[in-house]
């Protein structure tokens, strides 16, 4: 979980026409681009594109599955 955390933080910071999905999974360590992906929606209710693409729009509300963000002992 605290990667895909590094990874959200990450995606909201990066200027989408300079970085990829790709480059920032990489960089938090995901080598399987398919599972991370499924994991990320599970977790933050939408792609890590969407993400990507809306971190230039300006500040976004963090979407967390509450199951799994209750299960968190350091929260998101």
């Not at 990450?10 to 992906?37: H, M, N, P, Q």
């Amino acid at each position: 979980m605290l990667r895909l955390s590094e990874a959200r933080r990450a995606l909201l910071a990066a200027d989408y026409k300079r970085r990829t999905v790709t480059e920032i999974a990489t960089g938090c360590g995901f080598l399987e681009l398919g599972r991370f992906s499924v994991e990320y929606r599970k977790v933050f209710g939408e792609s890590p594109s969407q993400t990507l693409r809306g971190a230039t729009v300006g500040n976004r509300t963090l979407l967390v599955n509450r199951t799994v963000q209750d299960g968190l002992p350091f929260g998101i």
